[in-house]
T-cell receptor, first 112, second 115 residues
């Protein structure tokens, strides 16, 4: 069956360090992959989209990589800040009319 | 700043009652999605529309759930009759689908509690 796994439910890091989140998938051949941020009591907010033919994408302090051979995406938050504390969700499009399947999310807590 | 709006934000109802949730997508977006989020199941796609036409509702229980898009500015999700297991946060999202992918913009959600 199709499966999306995000590493550990929670990640605690010190301010200024880099947070690295992992999204692994099996039995998928996604056309692209997206990352979203969700704060408590709010809807997910789009952060980045990376296509299957792209290796890396950056946006300010965020970086995403996409390895279709390993079936893995890495999401990095550099120079992390307490304001980066949130749950981060990866989502895959299965070439099926832009439907997204979401991972369970990783909750990041940045300590000051 | 364009946003997806959802009403109501909170709803508490008794088992067996009808629940209607409403969503106003971002103007110009051609695709509308309905999701349900619970701690156990995470974020699940229930149904979605393209240019107001339903494309897929395989994610929702057909006997009690229905989704419609009567016009471009309104999408509705109805549960009749509601059950305690329907308690969850329901999100509407919209996007402009184009070649190469489309990000989705989520509303604030409707927190439904069925007692």
């Amino acid at each position: 069956s199709q499966k999306i796994e995000q590493n550990s439910e929670a990640l605690n890091i010190q301010e200024g360090k880099t947070a690295t989140l992992t999204c692994n998938y099996t039995n998928y051949s996604p056309a692209y992959l997206q990352w979203y941020r969700q704060d408590p009591g709010r809807g997910p907010v789009f952060l980045l989209l990376i296509r299957e033919n792209e290796k890396e994408k950056r946006k300010e302090r965020l970086k995403v990589t996409f390895d279709t051979t390993l079936k893995q995406s890495l999401f990095h938050i550099t120079a992390s800040q307490p304001a980066d504390s949130a749950t981060y969700l990866c989502a895959l499009d299965m070439r099926s009319d832009y439907k997204l399947s979401f991972g369970a999310g990783t909750t990041v807590t940045v300590r000051a | 700043d364009a946003r997806v709006t959802q009403t109501p934000r909170h709803k508490v109802t008794e088992m067996g009652q009808e629940v209607t949730m409403r969503c106003q997508p971002i103007l110009g977006h051609n695709t509308v999605f309905w999701y349900r989020q619970t701690m156990m199941q995470g974020l699940e796609l229930l149904a979605y529309f393209r240019n107001r036409a339903p494309l897929d509702d395989s994610g929702m229980p057909k006997d009690r759930f229905s989704a419609e898009m009567p016009d471009a500015t309104l999408a509705t999700l109805k549960i009749q009759p509601s059950e305690p297991r329907d308690s969850a946060v329901y999100f509407c999202a919209s996007g402009l689908v184009r070649t190469g992918g489309a990000e989705q913009y989520f509303g604030p959600g409707t927190r439904l509690t069925v007692t």
